[in-house]
């Protein structure tokens, strides 16, 4: 940001390229019309005025360069109307001559007294003047650019949270400034006088020497992260290097370490079942991904047995929600104990290590192994885990007993991906097969495959269906938390086939993207939305942006931009009024046209919204260096708020953090009054949710403007 602010700066320092404006203030009409002679012929713009009042006058409506200026005058004198300049302009480099008579001394003090950049005797070189002048428009405009830019760092200091340290070209520090924000363990060390790397702790010495050598053999930076302990506490600083002038380098340092233990936190959360500590969907996901690729190398099995329970939640009411804590970890700990018994009794299967268990919900349990040179006994392990997980739980003198079913599903068998292995287990259990067979375990088969050809015949449909104008865009309202009612809006899909039916944008937006058929949704879905803005214009309804979801391979395509433009335009719909909302992976997916994409429709002025926030990778270190105007809390965050500290927590960084690099911040899936009082008290700018209205069609949708006034 530093750079980029800094090369701004430079570029932006745009000269006046005519001929200088001069303007000349002379009582005496001869002067006035030799001066006007001779410097029009040295290449000025000359304008002349008769006295103070005039000259003053002319300053208020147009620009000038330079102003030459008689000190004796009748009415106002030189020494007053070159006061009164200085006052008017308020820029102390603007040039004023003022012409004095010879051997005039006191006219001479009186002259810099009144702010006069310098002063001619009369009768005047012409040659000199000219000279003088030029040089004086030229130092302006240096020294007017050296201020704007040092006003622009100092600026940009006080609002960066980072400190700074000047090094000469043997890394001793020669300055230091706004220390106070960095660990006071390092802060006491890194002061002038000591090289920065005798400052710091041997291997982040090293890493910093490295990178200011890189930074020193060009002018490029390179960031390095420092650790620090401090009351046994570890610290992590941030720093990289800019080339300064001569050797100097600047180095900018900037603590981490709250950063840090929140995106920690907000890893686990995201990463972590609260309850058990055992993997969450989504790291499950992440690690099948992972395994399903090594089997395929090494030619070997993964297996995953998901233990589904049907009834888990009739035991709330008695055992309350700390019961089912304490339930969910037992049942953990039964299927963790077991596998490893059975593994140790086995020990050509697999290394007790490799079981991975994971919850998905209260009532879905899952084990996988992996690298297994084939499946034969799952069966004999599902069943072995089962007698254990359907033993009797006690919990404060209530004894659960607890029906299950299991799904047993080969890598080999189903597709080799994690949602397609996952899935396999889920039809396993809910297979018309297996509720009729009566067993509890039940293996994933070819014959369920049949959910496959179901998507591919949601394909054909859709595909027939978006030719045929079936897809509808709803509405659901944005508000916001002070009082300004109606903000905005999010456009979302929705499709009814009339073989079947209601088919929501979770289940067919993912075929969509998988089949390329997206495209051609987001076209239609665009000119749809672009049209209703339209007509709601025309019908006089308060204009507020509305949002769309924009598929990664959407804005990964060539024409989005002119694509977007050319809409807008053609309705002469003003850019701000059109939101997109992408989702984290698009930002961290550096190798597409989707950044750049995103850049030029932002500058376009086309808002731009994180989606789902704080489910991906986005660190919120990083969110300065995006192309974007709002961030969108994840629904899960949301839903547990008023239950949940750590999810409470994360909600208050996302707003703080958002805030402090001037983001709007709202939050979705917002269900219940406590949940949006929560919102208000963390400070959260909007919000959206059924608890303040439903996606309707834009007829529907009338009455929120209506009630918005
Ligand atoms: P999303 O962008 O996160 O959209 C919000 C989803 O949450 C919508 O589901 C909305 O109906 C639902 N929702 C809103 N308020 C609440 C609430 O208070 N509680 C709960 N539980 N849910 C709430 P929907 O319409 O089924 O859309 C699902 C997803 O499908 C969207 O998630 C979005 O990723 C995708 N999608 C929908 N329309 C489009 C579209 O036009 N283009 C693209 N590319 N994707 C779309
Ligand atoms: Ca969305
Ligand atoms: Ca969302």
């Known amino acids: 940001m530093f750079q980029s602010a ?77 006061r009164q300049i200085r006052e008017l302009l308020n820029d102390d480099f603007f040039p004023i001559i003022i012409a004095t008579g010879q051997d005039d001394e006191d006219s001479v003090e009186a002259a810099f007294e009144s702010g006069a950049t310098d002063f001619a005797t009369k009768p005047l070189n012409w040659r000199i003047i000219t000279k003088r002048l030029n040089s004086l428009i030229g130092a302006r405009a240096v020294k007017k650019h050296l201020n704007d830019r040092s006003h622009q760092i100092s600026s940009m200091l006080k609002t960066s949270s980072e400190a700074m340290l000047v090094l000469d070209d043997n890394g001793v520090i020669q300055a230091s400034h706004l220390l106070e924000r960095l660990p006071s363990e390092l802060s006491r060390n890194v002061t002038p006088g000591n090289r920065l790397i005798d400052c710091l702790q041997t291997d982040s010495a090293l890493v910093v020497e490295q990178a200011r050598a890189e930074a020193l053999k060009g002018d490029s930076f390179d960031s390095f992260v420092v650790y620090s302990s401090q009351d046994g506490l570890a610290h992590t600083v941030q720093g990289r290097f800019i080339a300064g002038s001569e050797n100097e380098l600047i180095c900018l340092l900037q603590d981490q370490s709250e950063a840090f233990v929140v995106e920690k936190q907000m ?84 290394e007790p290590g490799n079981a991975l268990i994971a919850r998905l919900s209260d009532s879905d349990y899952i084990v996988v192994l992996s690298g297994l040179e084939g499946v034969g006994f799952a069966d004999e392990l599902a069943d072995v885990l089962l007698r254990r997980v359907t033993a009797g739980i006690e919990i404060d003198g209530f004894t659960c007993s607890v029906e299950w079913a299991v799904g047993v599903a080969d890598s080999i068998d189903s597709s080799a991906t994690p949602d397609g292995i996952l899935s396999a287990t889920a039809y396993a259990i809910h297979s018309e097969v297996a509720l009729a067979s009566g067993r509890r375990i039940h293996r994933y088969t070819t014959e369920l495959r049949e959910r496959v050809y179901q998507d591919i015949e949601i394909e054909r449909l859709l595909r027939r269906d978006i030719a045929d104008g079936v897809l509808e865009m709803h509405y659901q309202p944005k508000f916001g938390l002070s009082g300004l009612g109606l903000i905005g809006m999010e456009a979302l899909m929705r499709w009814t086939n009339s073989e079947l039916g209601v088919v929501s944008p979770a289940r067919f937006i993912p075929i969509a993207e998988k089949s390329g058929l997206i495209v051609s949704c987001s076209h239609i879905m665009v000119e749809k939305v672009l049209d209703q803005m339209l007509v709601w214009r025309e019908e006089g309804r308060k204009q507020v942006p509305v949002s769309i979801n924009i598929s990664g391979i959407h804005l990964n395509t060539r024409t989005i931009v002119q694509e977007l433009q050319a809409g807008i335009k053609q309705r002469n719909i003003p850019p701000h009024l059109l939101e997109l909302e992408v989702t984290e992976s698009i930002m961290i997916d550096g190798s597409g ?11 376009m002025g086309v808002r731009v919204a ?100």
């Open 593 to 603: 046209k989707a950044i750049k994409n995103l850049t030029d429709l932002r500058n």
């Open 6 to 82: 800094l090369s701004a700066t430079l570029d932006s320092s745009s000269t006046y390229s005519g001929p200088h404006r001069l303007l000349v203030v002379d009582d005496d009409l001869a002067v006035r019309m030799v001066s006007r002679y001779a410097l029009e012929k040295s290449g000025f713009g000359v304008t002349d005025a008769s006295d103070g009042f005039t000259a003053l006058s002319w300053l208020k409506s147009h620009a000038f360069d330079a102003v030459l200026l008689d000190a004796r005058m009748p009415g106002i004198d030189g020494f007053a109307t070159c």
């Open 267 to 350: 890893f686990d959360l995201v990463h972590k079942d609260p309850s058990t500590g055992v993997a969450n969907e989504k790291q499950l996901m992440s690690e099948l991904r992972q395994r399903l690729r090594d089997d395929v190398e090494t030619n070997t099995h993964s297996v995953l047995l998901r233990y589904s329970a049907s009834d888990l939640r009739c035991f709330e009411p008695r055992i309350g929600r700390q019961g089912m804590a304490r339930l969910a970890r037992t049942i953990v700990e039964r299927l963790g104990v077991g596998v490893e018994n059975f593994l140790l009794t086995r020990d050509q299967i697999s």
């Open 610 to 709: 994180i989606d789902d926030f704080g489910t991906g990778y986005s660190s919120l270190s990083y969110l300065r260096s995006l192309p974007i105007d709002c961030l969108k809390i994840d629904r899960s965050f949301v839903r547990s708020i008023t239950t949940c500290s750590t999810a409470q927590a994360i909600a208050k960084a996302i707003i703080t953090v958002g805030h402090d690099v001037n983001l709007h911040v709202i939050a979705e899936g917002v269900e219940t009054h406590e949940q949006l009082e929560c919102l208000t008290n963390l400070g959260c700018d909007s919000v959206q949710g059924y608890f303040t209205g439903r996606p309707v069609a834009s007829a529907e949708f009338i009455r929120f403007f209506d009630s918005a006034g």
